[in-house]
């Protein structure tokens, strides 16, 4: 659920829905204690509660007794001067929040309330005999320091004189049905506002605040340098998405992360692996230099053959710190490429002649192998094809464990693409190392491999500039038997305008 639909429905608890319940809660409440209010004062009319001083109620309060007392004056009048039947009448009145007062020829013989504080100023308001007629069901209203209901019913005693019964109403003050109505709604309301107002809090707390609480603690686990822990997602709103997007952050982060301790143990295995290797040509320089000052190559042939293999060594370390110059322009994307046509069958047989007499020296048998049309050509790069070929060949040559090393090179042509393959018989690769052998730094059996010395990143170079040129390259093998690297590149092919 989106944020905004939560904040429309929070404005709907906190406002809408409180006020119709409330409503409702009101008109229920109002017509339970209505019709409680009509059995228990014997009334058949309907009661407006909700009014709650007007004089409707004390109005059908005493309509019974009205008609009681009209019907014993017309029965036997001289009742209405017998105190303890006027005591009986009045009591019951007072349970219907009235009383009772009688008056005779003038004088008040009968006053049925006691406390009310405005007797003087109220009987000076007493209307005069007959200014109401007897078939007047209503009454009239007093209006003073207090409000009255006065009903009054005009008779004459046996002896002729005049006779008048008040039933009188004080209207200013809520009955107790309609005050314990009142308090009841009142409490009602204010449990519902404050029910609202926890259902809202839980919900905010649930689908808001809990939610950036994690975020918060996730991120101080971040500030502290921990990556290790997942960041649920429990909801698709903004801030579920936040928090989604928080949780990719750390992931890329935690990547980040190990990647850089994965290249900074990288990084020391490549210096630890061009120590050894610049330390082996070194050791060599020195100790055939040291033989020349101290007169150990005293013959020509020895002098010029100590000579020869000081330049060689050399020479592997130039070529070793060329390596390390390319790679470092690899790691940048910065390689310099200088492409141009090139014939398939004359390059590669160049490149077999300059390396020919090397493999030759070292005992190791190289065998050419070409089946392509001399015609055919590529777009390339001469001299970084020419680190690929050196690299292949060099690392072939690296693990060859036979007496007799052997080393084919064969160029295929296969439809728009030429293929070359290079052969050796070395101990070969395991197949779960296959896939990796082209990653930097990667050396399959390290531990004997290292031996051999090597930075770790001559295929990977030679990866990079195939991938460069649009190429693909891979690699087969069997272990004792030997390995296979393939790689094909695209013929040039010459677009004729029409």
């Known amino acids: ?47 407006d509660l909700i009014s709650g ?27 209405f001067q017998d105190p303890e039947y006027l005591s009986q009448l009045n009591q ?51 209006d003073g320091d207090s409000q009255h209901l006065i009903k009054q019913i005009d008779f004459l005693y046996p002896d002729q004189s005049q006779g008048t019964v008040f039933i009188v109403s004080r209207v200013d003050q809520f009955v107790p049905e309609v005050k314990s109505l009142f308090m009841e709604m009142f409490v009602i309301g204010i449990c519902i506002l404050v029910g609202a107002g926890i259902l809202l809090t839980y919900w905010i707390y649930r689908s808001i ?20 822990f997942t960041l649920e997602v429990e909801d698709e709103d903004e801030i579920g998405q936040l928090c989604q997007d928080f949780e990719e952050m750390r992931i890329r982060l935690k990547e980040s992360g190990e990647e850089k301790v994965q290249y900074d143990r990288e990084s020391k295995e490549l210096i630890s692996n061009i120590a050894h290797d610049l330390k082996t040509p070194i050791t060599a320089i020195k100790g055939y230099a040291e033989g020349i000052m101290d007169g150990v190559a005293s013959s020509p042939e020895r002098l010029d053959k100590y000579i020869r ?22 790691d940048t994307n910065r390689i ?33 192998f070409n089946y392509v049309d001399e015609d ?60 990796n052998i082209f990653d930097r730094f990667f050396r399959a059996d390290s531990s004997r491999n290292s031996s051999k010395g090597g930075s770790g990143i001559g295929l990977s170079i030679v990866r990079k500039i195939i991938e460069d040129h649009g190429g693909r390259i891979w690699a087969t093998s069997k272990e004792g038997i030997g390995t296979e690297i393939h790689f094909v590149l695209r013929k040039y092919q010459e677009v004729v305008q029409e």
Do not use: W
């Open 1 to 47: 659920m989106k944020l905004k639909t939560r904040l429309t429905m929070a404005f709907f608890i906190i406002s809408v829905a409180p006020v119709l319940l409330i409503c409702a809660v009101v008109y229920g409440l109002t017509n339970y204690q209505a019709n409680s209010f009509r059995e228990a004062y014997g009334l058949n009319e309907q009661i």
């Open 53 to 79: 001083n007007s004089m409707q109620i004390f109005n059908r309060l005493t309509q019974k007794y009205q008609q009681t007392i009209r019907q014993s004056l017309a029965e036997d009048p001289e009742k």
């Open 92 to 142: 019951q009145l007072l349970n219907h929040y009235a009383y009772l007062i009688v008056r005779k020829d003038g004088a008040l013989i009968f006053i049925g309330d006691t406390d009310d504080n405005d007797d003087a100023q109220l009987y000076s308001m007493l209307p005069e005999f007959s200014m109401l007629g007897n078939n007047v069901e209503g009454g009239i209203y007093l």
């Open 209 to 228: 605040l809990r939610p950036l609480g994690k975020l918060q603690e996730a991120t101080k686990k971040i500030r502290d340098g921990n990556l290790d």
């Open 309 to 330: 293999t000081i330049y060689n060594k050399a020479n592997d370390m130039d070529r070793l710190i060329d390596e390390l110059t390319f790679y470092s322009k690899i």
């Open 336 to 368: 310099p490429y200088t492409f141009s046509r090139i014939n398939v069958a004359q390059y590669f047989k160049d490149c077999v002649e300059e390396v020919g007499l090397d493999m030759e020296t070292k005992g190791i048998e190289l065998g050419y």
């Open 376 to 435: 055919v050509m590529i777009i390339a790069d001469a001299e970084q094809l020419k680190r690929v070929m050196n690299n292949i060949i060099g690392n072939s040559e690296k693990y060859i464990d036979k007496k007799k090393g052997i080393i084919n090179i064969r160029i295929k042509d296969v439809g728009d693409f030429i293929e070359v393959e290079i052969e050796d018989n070395g101990r070969g690769i395991a197949q779960k190392d296959l896939p």
